[in-house]
């Protein structure tokens, strides 16, 4: 996901699991900021491997920034907080004080991951901010997540190489925006004079259902012609509803989501065709 820019970026390695090798990583490298973005984030991945999923998305956070305190705590830190620690939602909209219900072990584990940034800002003064970023996605999403999968599919469909698409709860709501907008919030964050916490959001919710009916109708065809309804992508315990109030980002941070629904899920419709027809031009035998 990195080969665009790949050419400007310098990739030196470190593990979560593994505090020497953070410590390591900040005595040589010198970082201002840091942006934990790293974490075990596939939602039913977590419901089958709690523990490893604990250790990377909860205890991994302690150990990057114990590293900052040990090597340099003048540097900012950025947690990648979850909607999904709101889980079953006591209420609607979510802000940064609404009560959490994580409804996953990948949500409780961001909950562990979004105190300790709290307590290691209190206890030790680190400039350390936590963004509680809704669903943000991409044409460069991984194909397990429900909108890559859809826009993938839809893709294939079309190009006359698949015929359906099997989906879980089609009901499900989510606050979906585009990753490329809320990646500059995480960096206002950090530019700010004093960290905080921020509810990063569109303010609007869509079900699964929505998101099929665009994306199909994107390239002329009916999502209820392919759709079938799959009982092995249902979670043992769902989030059915998220909607974040980003009002605290607009008046401290002046960002708003830029990408509206509609575009958002025809830019990875696109997105996948372009990729599938490159792939076709490629794999095209040549001619005598
Ligand atoms: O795309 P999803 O797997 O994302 P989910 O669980 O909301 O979590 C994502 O967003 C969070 C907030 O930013 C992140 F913290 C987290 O790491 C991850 O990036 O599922 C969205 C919804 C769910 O309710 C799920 O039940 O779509 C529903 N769904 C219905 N059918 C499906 C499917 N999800 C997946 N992955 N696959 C399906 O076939």
Known sequence: RLAHIQDR??????DLLDQDSLIELLREWHPQEVYNLAA???V????????LTGEV????????????????????????????????VVEVPQTESTPFYPRSPYGVAK???????????????????????????SPRRGLEFVTRKISHSV????????????????EAQRDWGFAGDYVKAMW?????????????????????????????????????DHVVVDERFFRPAEVDL????????????????????????????DGDITELEGDAIVNQPESP
Not at 44 to 51: E, I, K, L, R
Not at 71 to 79: E, L, T
Not at 155 to 170: M, S, V
Not at 201 to 220: K, L
């Open 242 to 269: 998220l909607i974040g109030d980003p009002k605290k980002a607009l008046s401290q941070l002046g960002w708003k989501a830029e990408t509206s629904f509609d575009q958002l899920v025809r830019m990875m419709v």
């Open 9 to 14: 970026l310098e990739i030196v390695h470190g």
């Open 57 to 88: 998305t909860a205890l991994g956070v302690t150990r990057l920034l114990d590293a900052i305190r040990m090597v340099d705590p003048a540097i900012r830190f950025y947690q990648a907080s979850s909607s999904e620690m709101f889980g079953k």
């Open 155 to 170: 893709a294939r469909i079309k190009l006359g190489l698949d015929r359906e698409l099997r989906l879980g709860n089609l």
């Open 188 to 224: 206002l964050m950090l530019q700010q004079d004093a960290p905080d916490d921020y509810v990063v959001a569109t303010g609007e919710t869509h079900s699964v259902r929505e998101f099929c009916e665009i994306a199909f109708d994107h390239v002329g065809l009916d999502w209820q």
């Open 111 to 137: 909950l562990y991951g979004h105190w300790i940034t709290i307590n290691y800002r209190e206890s030790y003064d680190l400039h350390a901010s936590s963004g509680m970023l809704f669903n943000h996605e």
């Open 44 to 51: 039913p991945t977590s419901f089958s491997q709690p523990v």
């Open 40 to 42: 075990q984030s596939f």
